[in-house]
């Protein structure tokens, strides 16, 4: 969204989902009928390395910018906020080598006044 945009407001909301869809340990674990210590340590492993990269990406959210809304839910945690641009948001994860398959991103926006 522009900086000048004054018609619209947008509303970001990230999705850090903690078993995410790609994630093979998880979908390998689900296949599996009979669970042993080794399946139990593969998924602590997963979920520790996963959990301290949803962290960081937190934390490099919130150091940019301070008005965030942060709950959790069943299975995932969620960051929203509508006075900062996604398009920082996207490139300071980014920079620090997040990708699209680590978040969800989603972008609302709300007209500000009557019709255009």
């Not at 989902?17 to 998880?26: G, K, Y």
């Not at 210590?37 to 960081?56: G, K, M, Y």
């Not at 150091?63 to 929203?80: F, T």
Request: aromatic letters at 12%; a positive charge; charged letters at 30%.
């Amino acid at each position: 969204m522009k900086k000048n945009q004054w018609t619209c407001k947008q509303k970001i909301c990230f999705i850090f989902e903690i078993f995410p869809r790609h994630a093979m340990p998880f979908n390998k674990l689900r296949h599996i009928r009979q669970m042993n210590s080794r399946s139990v340590r593969e998924l602590n492993a997963f979920l520790s390395a996963r959990l301290e990269r949803i962290a960081c990406m937190m934390d490099l959210l919130q150091k940019a910018h301070d008005h965030w809304i942060v709950y959790g839910k069943k299975d995932k945690i969620i960051m929203e906020t509508d006075t900062y641009d996604f398009n920082e948001a996207l490139n300071i994860l980014s920079s620090h080598g997040f990708n699209k398959d680590d978040y969800i991103l989603r972008v609302e926006y709300e007209r500000k006044w009557g019709m255009l």
